[in-house]
């Protein structure tokens, strides 16, 4: 079955970072596209970022200049690096890993910016 597990996640004074992980376990990463997902208590899913098999990326233009996706295909990990996080960024952060009409979510990890 295939995983793919978020880890990172925490509670961060707004201007802090966090880099987040998505760690998949049965499928080979370098083959999908990956993507980045946020949902706020009382909100709807929306897109952070993500990135192709060729590494491009894209993010949120509300986003931009604060968070950078990468992914290590030795490690089958994609990573978010989340700078100057605002409390706004509160949310249960998740990753999907998309090929073709296979589509896999995490469990989300749970990101918190408050003082």
């Known amino acids: 079955q295939v995983q793919l597990v978020e880890s990172g996640g925490g509670l961060v004074q707004p201007g802090g970072s966090l880099r987040l992980s998505c760690a998949a376990s049965?499928?080979?990463?370098?083959?999908?596209?990956i993507g980045w997902f946020r949902q706020a208590p009382g909100k709807e899913r929306e897109g952070v970022s993500c990135i192709s098999t060729d590494g491009s990326a894209y993010y949120a233009d509300s986003l931009k200049g604060r968070f950078t996706i990468s992914r290590d295909n030795g490690k089958n990990t994609v990573y978010l690096q989340m700078n100057s996080l605002k409390p706004e960024d509160t949310a249960v952060y998740y990753c999907n890993a998309e090929y073709g009409s296979s589509s896999y979510w995490g469990q989300g990890t749970q990101v918190t910016v408050s003082s």
């Open positions: 049965r499928v080979t990463l370098d083959y999908y596209a």
